[in-house]
C-alpha cells in the first residue's frame, strides 16, 4: 500500500513566495514523461494545482503529495495526468475543474483503474468512497470560458491529443501563462490541432523534444498498407489500442481507408467512443466518427470474441498489452503465422508490449509465453514533435518557456533550439520550487 499521509510528506514548501515572483513546483512529470502534477502560486498567495496523476506502470509511480488546495486544473482523462484526483478530495476536499468530456469519462476511468490495480496487486491511494466522493466534487466548463481563482482567472482552449483534451490560459496579476498539457498542432482522425495562445510564460510537454515524427498520412498509409497484406496472406491483424484516443483514431483510419474490412471493435474504447460522441464541439469529424463507430462490430458478449477471431483486424484494449480483450484474443491467434500485432501506442517500460519488441515473449495469464507473430510499429502519436514543439513555442511570444513531461535526456535537445531563439527556458526537476 502506497502511504500517502495528507500535508505531511508534500515536497511543496510553506515558505511565501518573494514578491512579484511566481512558484512553480512539480510533484511529478517534471523531468518524466507521465506522473503529472505541478503546483503554481504567487506572491499574493494565490495557489492552483494542474493535473495529478499516476504512472501506471509496472509498479506504478506515483507524484509527491500535493499541499492543500482548493482547486485544480485537469487537462486531460488519462491516468498520468488525472488518476490521482480522488486523493486529492479525500485528502483536501479540492474542486476538480475539467471538461465536460473529462467530466462524463471520470467515473469509467477511475473505476476502471481501480480494478485493475485490484488485479495486479498495486494497491491504489485512494479507495472506491475516494471516488464515489470525488465524482461529486467535478465542475466541468466548456473552451474559452473565464473563471477565477483567488487573484486569477483562466480559461481552457482545444490542446489537440484526444477528444476532450484542453490546454489552460492562466492571467495572473503579473503575467499570463500558457500551460499545454499533453498537446498536438497536428489534426488527429478525431481531434483538431491546438493553436497557439500569446503568453508570458509557457509551460510546454516536451516528450518529443529531440525528434521529428514520420509524415503523418504517410505513416497511416503505411498502417493500411499493413494491414491489407496480412488479410491478404488469410490472416487477422491484432491492434491493441488506449481506450481514449487512440482506438477512435484507429478506427477511423480504417473505416477511411473505404477498403471491404470486417473490423471488430472490443474493450472500454467503445464506451469513451459513446462519451466523444455525446460531445461534438471537441471531436473534428462528428460524422466520420460515428459511422465509423457503427461500421465496426462492436463486441459485447462472449460469443462475439469468438466470432471476432475470424475478423480481418481486431481493435482492442489494452494498448500496451498488460491485460483487457488483447491478450485474450492474442492467447488464440498467436499460433497461425498468419496473424499479425500492429502496435500503434506508446510501449511504456515494463509494459506486455515492451516485452514483446524486445523479446518476442509475453506474460499471457501469468505465463511467459513465445509469440512467434509478425510484430509492426506505427509512429501514430498525438503528442506534437519537436518541429511542431518549436513552432508553438514560438508563436506564443513567451520569454520563458518552462519544459517539462519530458524524459531527462530528450528535453536539452528542444531548449538548444529555443535558447538560439531567444527564449529563457527552464527543465525543472520533481521535488523542487522554482521561483520567476
Ligand atoms: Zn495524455
Known amino acids: 500500500m502506497v502511504l500517502y499521509t495528507p500535508g505531511q510528506m508534500t515536497s511543496y514548501p510553506s515558505s511565501p513566495v518573494e514578491n ?69 478530495v479525500a485528502a483536501h476536499r479540492t474542486n476538480l475543474h475539467v471538461t465536460p468530456v473529462v467530466a462524463d469519462l471520470a467515473e469509467m476511468l477511475w473505476r476502471d483503474s481501480y480494478k485493475v490495480s485490484s488485479i495486479e496487486g498495486d494497491p491504489l491511494p485512494w479507495d472506491k468512497r475516494d471516488l464515489e466522493e470525488a465524482l461529486g466534487h467535478l465542475q466541468s466548463h466548456p473552451t474559452g470560458v473565464w473563471n477565477d481563482i483567488g487573484g486569477w482567472r483562466w480559461r481552457s482552449h482545444i490542446a489537440g491529443h484526444v477528444v476532450g483534451a484542453v490546454m489552460y490560459e492562466i492571467e495572473t496579476p503579473d503575467r499570463k501563462i500558457l500551460w499545454t498539457g499533453d498537446f498536438d498542432t ?45 488479410v491478404e496472406r488469410g490472416g487477422t491483424a491484432l491492434v491493441p489500442v488506449f481506450a481514449n484516443g487512440r482506438s477512435q483514431d484507429v478506427l477511423m483510419l480504417l473505416w477511411k481507408s473505404k477498403l471491404k474490412l470486417n473490423v471488430h471493435f472490443d474493450g472500454m474504447g467503445q464506451r469513451v467512443t459513446k462519451t466523444f460522441l455525446a460531445h461534438p464541439e471537441f471531436v473534428n469529424d462528428v460524422k466520420g466518427l460515428k459511422e465509423a463507430f457503427h461500421w465496426s462490430k462492436r463486441v459485447s458478449s462472449k460469443s462475439d470474441r469468438k466470432k471476432a477471431l475470424s475478423a480481418d483486424v481486431i481493435v482492442t484494449t489494452s494498448g500496451m498489452l498488460d491485460g483487457g480483450p488483447s491478450l485474450w484474443y492474442l492467447n488464440r491467434l498467436r499460433n497461425d503465422q498468419r496473424n499479425a500485432i500492429l502496435l500503434t501506442g506508446y510501449q511504456a517500460e515494463g509494459s506486455g508490449g515492451r516485452l514483446l519488441t524486445e523479446t518476442g515473449r509475453l506474460q499471457i495469464f501469468g505465463k511467459l509465453t513465445d509469440i512467434p507473430l509478425e510484430v509492426d510499429r506505427f509512429a501514430l502519436s498525438n503528442h506534437a514533435g519537436q518541429k511542431q514543439l518549436l513552432e508553438f513555442a514560438l508563436a506564443t511570444h513567451a520569454k520563458d518557456v518552462i519544459l517539462f513531461h519530458s524524459d531527462p535526456d530528450v528535453r536539452p535537445t528542444l531548449a538548444d533550439l529555443l535558447e538560439k531563439e531567444g527564449v529563457q527556458v527552464h527543465m525543472p526537476h520533481n521535488h523542487e520550487s522554482y521561483t520567476i
Open 20 to 88: 512579484g515572483g511566481l512558484r512553480f513546483h512539480f510533484l511529478g512529470g517534471g523531468d518524466e514523461v507521465g506522473n503529472v502534477g505541478c503546483v503554481l502560486e504567487d506572491s499574493a498567495g494565490t495557489l492552483l494545482l494542474i493535473d495529478y496523476g499516476f504512472l501506471p506502470s509496472n509498479p506504478p509511480r506515483y507524484p509527491d503529495e500535493a499541499p492543500s488546495v482548493t482547486d485544480a486544473l485537469f487537462t486531460h482523462a488519462h491516468l498520468d495526468h488525472f488518476g490521482m484526483a480522488p486523493w486529492l
Open 186 to 230: 497536428r489534426d488527429s482522425p478525431t481531434t483538431q490541432g491546438a493553436k497557439p495562445v500569446q503568453a508570458d510564460v509557457l509551460f510546454m510537454e516536451a516528450t518529443y523534444g529531440d525528434s521529428d515524427h514520420p509524415e503523418r498520412a504517410a505513416e497511416e498509409q503505411r498502417f493500411i498498407d499493413r494491414v491489407v497484406e496480412v
